[in-house]
Nanobody, 121 residues
Framework: QVQLVESGGGLVQAGGSLRLSCTAS????????MAWFRQAPGKEREFVVGVSWNGANSASVKGRFTISRDNAKNTVYLQMNSLKPEDTAVYFCAARETRLPTSVPGDYAYWGQGTQVTVSS
């Protein structure tokens, strides 16, 4: 069982940057594919970016966002640049035990509790 905890959310002005962290406990993340999703009020959960277990493959629907992982620290990061008010949402990290990331929330077995990101105009 993997427990995921996100951190680093907060309030930022438009155009600013923020880095979110997702730290795992219970199991090592090195064999898991990881992803970040987000959910704005009244909207469905949306895939943001994913990375395979070895960091070799990543997929992003947001060119301003980058995922990275430090398996030694059991942590995954989401670097968000040039933030816009429409990026305001709760951001979740997720893990799955297969090798490639997908954009489907149901493909991920493990989820963090989420961290709020608010971008002011």
């Amino acid at each position: 069982q993997v427990q995921l905890v996100e951190s680093g959310g907060g309030l930022v002005q438009a155009g600013g940057s923020l880095r979110l962290s997702c730290t795992a406990s219970g199991r090592t993340l090195s064999s898991y594919t990881m992803a970040w999703f987000r959910q704005a009020p009244g909207k469905e959960r949306e895939f943001v970016v994913g990375v395979s277990w070895n960091g070799a493959n990543s997929a992003s629907v947001k060119g301003r966002f980058t995922i990275s992982r430090d398996n030694a620290k059991n942590t995954v990061y989401l670097q968000m640049n040039s933030l816009k008010p429409e990026d305001t949402a709760v951001y979740f990290c997720a893990a799955r035990e297969t090798r490639l990331p997908t954009s489907v929330p149901g493909d991920y077995a493990y989820w963090g509790q989420g961290t709020q990101v608010t971008v002011s105009s």
